[in-house]
Structure formats: C-alpha cells, structure tokens
C-alpha cells in the first residue's frame, strides 16, 4: 500500500484501502475478493430462575409450617415470600443478541472475516468494501479500454 491510496474505511485494526482489506493480522486483495455478504444470528440468552424458585420453595415451607402450627404470622409472611418469589419468576425473562456479521469469499471460499453486535459498524464496513472492489472495477475496466484504444490506434 502507498501513500497516495485512497483508504475507504479505518479504526483499530481494520482497513479498507483501494488495494487491501486489512482486518487484525489478515489482509486481502481487493481484486481477490469476489463477493461480500452481511448476515445476522440470533442468540438467546438464558436467565436463571433458579434463586427465585429457591425463593419460593421457602415461603412455600413457611406457609405450611405456619398454617400447620396455626402461627399466622409465619403464614403470612410465607405467603409474602412465596408471591415475591412467583413475581421474581415472571419478571425474568432470556435476552435475545444479535450479531452483526460480514463475510467475504475468496478463492471461491467464504470467510467471516468481523463480527459485531453493533449493525452500524458493520454496515459501514460493507460500504467501504463495496466502494473500494467498484473503483478497483472501476479502474481495471479503464485499463483494458485504454489498452484496446492503444492497440486499435497502433494497428490504424
């Protein structure tokens, strides 16, 4: 890479210019690269609901301890802790994550090359791979029409 590159996409160790694709001790050609793809996955995150039924096994036990010695004070307070326990269970609920991933093929291989849970910074990192691989398009297509003018004047 040289100076006079245009760099399309830079933070930490990632790096898009017209020529390469850096991404931590990774680079690729960007004439290499035959497609780019953004994807997602989903993953649930469980929550424990065990301390809360433990919770309520307890106000379970000093509810019918209560009501069995006709001590109404420990069957109240049984009681108490046996609805906070139900209302902790209902109140708990799985975390669903998203991530943000993009993959690119070369050498007719596809390779997930960044991750994030953050959908902008992998959106911003598809723009600049897309921006770079048209210009290089770009460019290369430019080449082989001056090289055909060259030849077509030369053979005229």
């Known amino acids: 890479m040289n100076a006079s590159e245009k760099i399309f996409f830079e933070k930490g160790s990632i790096k898009v210019s017209q020529t390469e694709f850096c ?3 990774e680079c690729f050609s960007i004439r290499e690269i035959a497609s780019i793809k953004k ?3 989903l993953f649930i995150q469980k929550k424990s609901k ?3 039924i433990v919770l309520m096994i307890f106000g379970m036990k000093f509810l019918v301890k209560g009501m069995y010695k006709e001590d109404l004070i420990v069957a109240i307070l049984g009681g108490v802790v046996l609805l906070a326990g139900g209302i902790w269970v209902l109140q708990i609920k799985d ?3 998203v991530t ?3 993959d690119i093929e070369v ?3 596809s390779k997930r090359v960044f991750s994030s849970l953050e959908e ?3 959106q911003q990192l598809y723009e600049a791979l897309t921006q770079a691989i048209n210009q290089h398009q770009y460019l290369e297509s430019n ?4 090289h055909f003018e060259s030849v077509f004047k030369s053979n005229h």
């Open 39 to 41: 994807e997602k996955t």
């Open 95 to 97: 975390i669903p994550i």
């Open 143 to 146: 080449k082989k029409t001056r």
């Open 50 to 52: 065990v301390p809360a």
């Open 100 to 102: 943000h991933h993009l």
């Open 107 to 109: 050498s007719h291989q």
């Open 23 to 25: 991404v931590r001790k």
């Open 120 to 122: 902008d910074e992998v």
